[in-house]
């Protein structure tokens, strides 16, 4: 990062505490659990692969069974007509990515007993530069039908190497401890599925049991998960708990308690290790921090999209406009990997025409209560830091427009646009100059990696004409091997990187505690790398019949349960429903 932008203060902004409509779990209740875990911890360590297997199965049929009621939760949750096509998106963040996440598990679990170690769907390779290259999507044929023309990748750190490879894998399996140890994991309330999946990744890629807080946010999900998670709970390896701060903090401080992991803000992972305040601020100079436990997370990115000129027709930028604004809109814009910055060549001729796509796709977006506690504020620093920006739908108290701020300054680097993930209905623009398509990806990359904070997600959207020049073929290949971001998307909004599974989940590798940024760790990772660096997700530039995950895809709401079925248990029989379903979209 730049002198400049290393002095501004960057990162999320605090977020107002939810009202709690769940009784919080005492502290006695709490003690009660960390005992039971602690008491059960090596008994799950040393419990053999076939018996979680086993648990696996009965965890997919738990969660098949209980789909329905998790995605009319969360939708409730969210303000969302259950039978609304909005109401997909909680299908498909929800049990659909929660069954293929136990599937690949299931997978994995088993070809580690057969073979010792994940089997990967082709051969790694190492690149140019030496970092090894794994393949992880397609990982079958199931994945060939329904994500026709969709690859993706995992690079290892550079210290893996392709003869020393099949040592980074399935650590926690290859060493098998004895002693087992109990790890809290704070769950978000944006995405349903994020604490029962980081859940799933401390018991069976790390092996430890959890006590999973919920978030007062979505709380009313717990229910739920504690149905779905019960025969884990019943051999006391699961613990579910409900509160706010308070609790969080009482449990990240109990000396049951060995790991920590956290989907959230960087100012709440800086409360954990350093502590608040002064005191708090006076540790995290010093280096002396309050909590000494090893502490996982996953904590937000103000996400940028590469736009790469190229000969686009008019029905290429209005599909690429609602490519931009769905990966805006989804889930009300309470995403840490949400577009907030989108990078364009500022000699580019169809710069502005992209621009008013953009506009014509948030114009037609359907509102969404701004359910995240404190948006409206979030949303008020930016419109006063530009109030030229645009902006689309209801306005006025309790509601949050859709926001497009168009042609921010590249060389402002305090610009709050860059420097703060708004964390509601809010994107911007900014245009970089350049003589050459070549130079400017070159730019563009630059920006994105030393201006932009956070280092979670990206996207590179680039036509495929583009690409028969070699100039820009190699220009972008650079890139994606340049970009500092966990995970990496070409054509497509990086969220895909989180449903696939198979990829990781995570900040770029190497955040100090006392500049933690994205975080540290990744979770899914179903092929369980120990030094993954990257995931690489590439797809066509334009998709047909119509992506799921786009904001005017007309029949969500009923592809979401049947691909929950075929992602639980994928078959012709599964199959067909589901195709059909997605060609009425």
């Keep these: 990062m730049s002198k400049s932008a ?51 199965d009965v965890l997919m049929e738990r969660t098949l069974a209980e789909a329905q009621r998790w995605a009319r939760a969360g939708a409730d949750a969210k303000g969302i007509p259950f039978h609304s096509p909005t109401a997909g998106e909680e299908w498909l963040a929800g049990p659909a990515v929660m069954t293929r996440n136990i599937r690949l598990l299931k997978r994995s679990l088993q070809e580690i007993a057969r073979f010792g170690s994940p089997q990967l769907p082709a051969q790694p390779f190492a690149r140019v530069d ?33 003869a020393n490879l099949p040592d980074h894998m399935a650590e926690f399996y290859r060493t098998r401890p004895t002693i087992g140890k109990v790890a809290l994991v704070l769950g978000a309330g944006n995405v349903s599925s994020i604490g029962p999946m980081d859940a799933l990744y401390k018991l069976f890629v790390e092996g430890q049991v959890v006590i999973l807080k919920m978030n007062p946010v979505n709380e009313n999900l717990g229910p739920v998960f504690a149905d779905i998670f ?43 290790v350093w502590g608040l305040g002064a005191e708090g601020a006076r540790r995290k100079q010093e280096r002396t921090p309050r909590n000494t436990r090893r502490v996982s997370s996953e904590l937000g990115n103000v996400s940028p999209i590469i736009v790469v000129p190229g000969p686009w027709s008019q029905s290429d930028i209005e599909y690429q406009g609602v490519n931009l604004a769905s990966s805006l809109t989804n889930n009300a814009g309470f995403n840490c990997n949400a577009t907030r910055v989108i990078i364009q060549h500022a000699s580019w001729s169809q710069r502005n025409a992209l621009n008013e796509a953009l506009g014509r796709a948030l114009d037609r977006a359907e509102p969404r209560v701004p359910y995240y506690p404190g948006a409206e504020e979030r949303h008020d620093r930016f419109l006063a830091a530009h ?17 497009f701020i168009p042609g921010v300054p590249s060389d402002d680097a305090g610009d709050i646009c860059f420097n703060t993930e708004a964390w509601c ?39 495929p004409k583009s690409l028969e020049d070699p100039a820009i073929a190699n220009a972008v290949e650079k890139a994606i091997a340049d970009l500092r971001f966990g995970s990496v998307a070409v054509n497509h909004w990086a969220a895909l990187a989180y449903a696939f599974v198979s990829t990781t989940w995570g900040a770029y590798p190497g955040h100090p505690p006392e500049d933690i940024r994205s975080g540290s760790g990744v979770v899914h990772n179903s092929y369980l790398f120990d030094k993954p660096q990257k995931s690489v997700v590439r797809g066509p530039f ?40 997605a060609l009425r979209g």
């Design 6 to 56: 290393a002095s501004l203060p960057i990162g999320s902004v605090a977020i107002p505490e939810a009202r709690q409509n769940i009784p919080a779990t005492s502290r006695e209740a709490m003690d009660k659990a960390v005992e039971t875990l602690r008491g059960r911890k090596d008994a799950w360590a040393t419990l053999s692969i076939a018996e979680r297997v086993t648990l696996l």
């Design 130 to 162: 030496g970092r090894v290259v794994a393949t992880v999507f397609p990982t079958d044929n199931w994945d060939k039908l329904t994500f026709t023309g969709f690859s993706a990748e995992v690079w290892m750190q550079p210290e893996v190497t392709l």
């Design 230 to 272: 019960q025969p884990l709970a019943d051999r006391g390896f699961f613990r579910l708990v409900y509160g706010g701060a308070a609790e969080g903090d009482y449990l990240c401080n109990h000396p049951g308690v060995e790991e920590i992991h956290i989907t959230g803000s960087d100012k709440t992972y800086d409360a954990i």
């Design 387 to 403: 109030p030229e920006a645009r902006q689309f739908g209801p306005d006025g108290a309790g509601k949050v427009p859709w926001t």
């Design 425 to 463: 209905g809010v994107t911007s623009e900014t245009a970089l100059e350049a003589g050459s398509v070549v130079e400017y990806i070159e730019r563009a990359v630059d920006f994105a990696n030393d201006r932009l904070w956070g280092t979670l997600s990206c996207s590179i959207i680039v036509h």
């Design 542 to 581: 334009i998709v047909k019949p119509r992506p799921a995950w786009f904001n005017d895809h007309k029949t969500t709401q009923k592809l979401g349960p049947l691909l929950t079925r075929f992602n639980g248990k994928p078959s012709v029989r599964t199959l067909l429903p589901m195709l059909n379903q």
